[in-house]
């Protein structure tokens, strides 16, 4: 895979800094550092960024813990934009934070003669917002990724969401049964399937919009206003190779111990969704524990294990596409009057 590299400005001087290699951090009892973090393992080219650097986070918000959340975070910013990069360097024994001003920008590498470039896969955002007359409406999935075990299809509840914003408006209008109030006027939403053989839409119960994903591809969901169809978002189905009901041994000898667990109790009468599974306990179970793991390497995966079994699989927000920038504060400033020019 080639290397991406970050263009970095220090103090009104623009350096190459590649990045070619980091691992996740792991504190020793010599570092006494409470922190999670990348550490660069490789440089390329004139840097300002040293082997040995913790990278910790972006902006005092986008976390970075993994190498594949450096390289999330430098496929979708912005290279108009100054960031501010925190880490962590070890002087003479000594750890001192600093922060570095940057403005990213991928560049590819030179291919060596012989070297087969990787295919990049296109980057799918989970979220679009969409202008209309007079607001925006803001359109959403879960994640832009969907798992299948490796038979049968998928079934899930409130995977698609929606909402409205109009100009002047400090209101942001849910869902109500498929309409918005625009301008007085009740106008209709709803989600269609433009790949029917790869995912269909049902209709909205108790539960949610419900959605079943039949086989891997590349679905395309419409969202269609008033008749006509304002986005269109496109995800990715990836078939596993475990089912439901497999042992959770089998799981970790396919993918390895997971990089992070959550649990979650559910009690009878109780019907609850977590990460897009529905537990619903019976008065015999009487209370469900479930463990949801997941994986770096499997980005927005839940595998739900329950009696050290498989139960289903699901989706989680924990490594969300990045929205746009522009598009989120155009969604915020939607609240001030409009400009009489």
């Keep these: 895979m080639t290397p991406l590299l970050l263009l970095l400005t220090m103090m009104g001087t623009d350096l190459s800094i590649g990045v070619k290699s980091s691992v996740t951090y792991k504190a020793s009892k010599q570092d006494k550092l409470p922190i999670r973090g990348v550490t660069v393992k490789e440089t390329e080219g004139e840097t300002a960024i040293k082997p040995g650097d913790v990278i910790t986070d972006i902006d005092n918000k986008t976390k970075i813990n993994t190498p594949a959340d450096l390289k999330n975070w430098l496929k979708d910013a912005n290279p108009s934009k100054t960031y501010k990069v925190n880490l962590y360097?070890?002087?003479?024994?000594?750890?001192?934070?600093?922060?570095?001003?940057?403005?990213?920008?991928?560049?590819?590498?030179?291919?060596?003669?012989?070297?087969?470039?990787?295919?990049?896969?296109?980057?799918?955002?989970?979220?679009?917002?969409?202008?209309?007359?007079?607001?925006?409406?803001?359109?959403?999935?879960?994640?832009?990724?969907?798992?299948?075990?490796?038979?049968?299809?998928?079934?899930?509840?409130?995977?698609?969401?929606?909402?409205?914003?109009?100009?002047?408006?400090?209101?942001?209008?849910?869902?109500?049964?498929g309409f918005y109030s625009v301008k007085g006027e009740a106008k209709e939403f709803r989600f269609e399937s433009d790949t029917p053989e790869l995912l269909t839409i049902g209709k909205s119960d108790k539960l949610g919009l419900q959605c079943i994903f039949k086989d891997a591809g590349e679905p395309i969901i419409d969202a269609v206003f008033d008749d006509k169809v304002i986005a269109k978002l496109t995800l990715k189905v990836v078939r596993l190779e475990i089912n439901e009901k497999d042992a959770d041994s089998t799981v970790v000898k396919r993918f390895g111990l997971p990089d992070r667990e959550k649990k979650h109790y559910i009690k009878w009468p109780e019907t609850k969704i977590h990460d897009e599974i529905v537990y619903s306990p019976t008065a015999a179970e009487s209370i469900i524990e479930a463990k949801h793991w997941q994986w770096d390497k499997f980005p927005h995966l839940t595998v739900s294990i329950v009696d050290s079994k498989v139960h289903r699989l699901g989706s989680d927000r924990w490594q969300d596409s990045k929205e746009s920038l522009d598009e989120i504060t155009a969604w915020k400033q939607l609240v001030l009057p409009q400009s009489s020019e």
Excluded: C
Excluded at 112 to 121: F, H, L, R, S
Excluded at 132 to 145: D, L, T
């Design 89 to 177: 360097r070890n002087d003479g024994g000594k750890w001192a934070k600093r922060t570095v001003s940057v403005k990213p920008v991928e560049v590819a590498a030179e291919e060596k003669p012989g070297e087969k470039k990787e295919d990049q896969p296109e980057k799918k955002l989970s979220a679009r917002y969409v202008r209309i007359e007079p607001g925006m409406f803001r359109v959403q999935a879960v994640s832009p990724i969907v798992y299948l075990p490796s038979k049968g299809e998928k079934v899930t509840y409130r995977f698609l969401s929606h909402s409205f914003k109009e100009v002047g408006s400090k209101t942001v209008q849910n869902d109500k049964g």
